[in-house]
């Protein structure tokens, strides 16, 4: 199975002709509530391309929370190890949708700060018994970190009994500098232009500056780096070669949760044992549905429809 350690949110994603100036109030088009938070979404993606998911993440007591649980349940991604926060509101997000399909987003993290060292500790099986462990930055760094280093005791201990070791796939979003010591211990860094940018100190906008951005995140540790460039593809980087492969070409509606879901996915394809490239070109291909529909885990297609895309 692959483990989750993340945040969960509700998005309140309102659609509006343009982005409000400050001060001013505007009349948007439609208001939807949308289960999502990147942790979530990568394991609802995971779920969705076939894997058994297990949600290592906190929520409040709260309607919100509530009704993000359900939803992670009607992925069937196990939800043992989300822990209810009493007196706590589950993660909020806002976010405006203008209709050149630009997202801008305010979150209140809520309950997802509460997830502690503990959590990882009490869901310390979960973790060493996966086949692969994945994080974002949603959720207190110094979990995430702890989360890491637990996947990584296995992995050393596993070497002597010939057991696989747990492959660790960080997405580090939102943006947040990397020490060498934490991209070291990553396996595969799924980084955007913007997280590319912050970890390099190299502006991303284009695939030289992806390359660019990927070399130095190698020489600062990272194994195997994959920069994600929405309609113009990924730069990917291993220890052998390095290479860009394009997106898919679809009609956009909202590229809301593109990203998690190729992470997901990717993490899915990882897991199962696919090479880098396939699975790099399976994310893709998820990615690119995700973006022909409104919403964050409404978006996300669903293992079938990825397979006919790869194959037409
Ligand atoms: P994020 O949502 O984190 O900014 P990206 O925008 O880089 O991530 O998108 C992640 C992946 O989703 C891209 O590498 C690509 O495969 C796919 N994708 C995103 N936008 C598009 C698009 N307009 N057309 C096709 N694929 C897309």
């Known amino acids: 199975h692959i483990a989750v350690v993340g945040s969960i949110n509700m998005d309140l994603v309102f659609q509006t002709p343009r982005m409000p100036l400050p001060g001013e109030t505007l009349m948007g088009h ?6 999502g938070g990147k942790g979530a979404n990568q394991a609802v993606a995971a779920a969705r391309m076939g894997a058994a998911v297990s949600m290592i993440a906190c929520v409040g007591d709260d309607a919100n929370g509530h009704s993000c ?8 991604i196990d939800t043992a190890r989300v822990r209810v926060v009493p007196d706590c509101a589950t993660g909020v997000a806002g976010i405006l949708l203008d209709d050149a399909g630009q997202n801008s987003i305010v979150l209140a993290t809520g309950a997802n700060a509460s997830l502690v060292e503990s959590d990882i500790d009490a869901a310390r099986s979960t ?3 996966a086949k692969l462990l994945l994080c974002q930055l949603e959720t207190p760094l110094s979990t995430v970190l702890h989360a890491i280093q637990s996947a ?15 492959k660790v796939v960080l997405n580090p979003a939102p943006a947040q500098k990397l020490d060498a010591q934490v991209l070291r211990q990553v396996d595969y860094l799924v980084v955007n232009e913007t997280e590319a940018s ?23 540790g990272a194994s195997v780096v994959i920069v994600t460039l929405g309609a113009m593809g990924i730069w990917v980087a291993d220890a052998d070669q390095a290479y860009s492969l394009p997106a898919f070409q679809v009609k956009v509606v909202d590229t809301t949760a593109a990203g998690d879901t190729f992470v997901g996915s990717f993490a899915v394809a990882i897991a199962e044992g696919m090479d880098l490239r396939a699975a790099c070109m399976f994310a893709q291909s998820a990615a690119a549905l995700a973006v022909t529909q409104l919403g964050a885990q409404t978006s996300i297609p669903h293992r079938g429809a990825v397979e006919r895309q790869l194959q037409s």
């Open 69 to 76: 649980l359900q939803a992670l349940q009607a992925d069937a």
């Open 30 to 35: 439609r208001f939807h509530l949308v289960h």
């Open 198 to 220: 912050l970890l390099s100190d190299v502006s991303v906008t284009d695939l030289p500056s992806a390359q660019a951005a990927a070399t130095v995140l190698q020489q600062l």
């Open 152 to 166: 990584k005791q296995v992995s050393v201990a596993a070497q002597e009994t010939g057991q696989e070791p747990v």
């Open 127 to 129: 973790i060493t018994q």
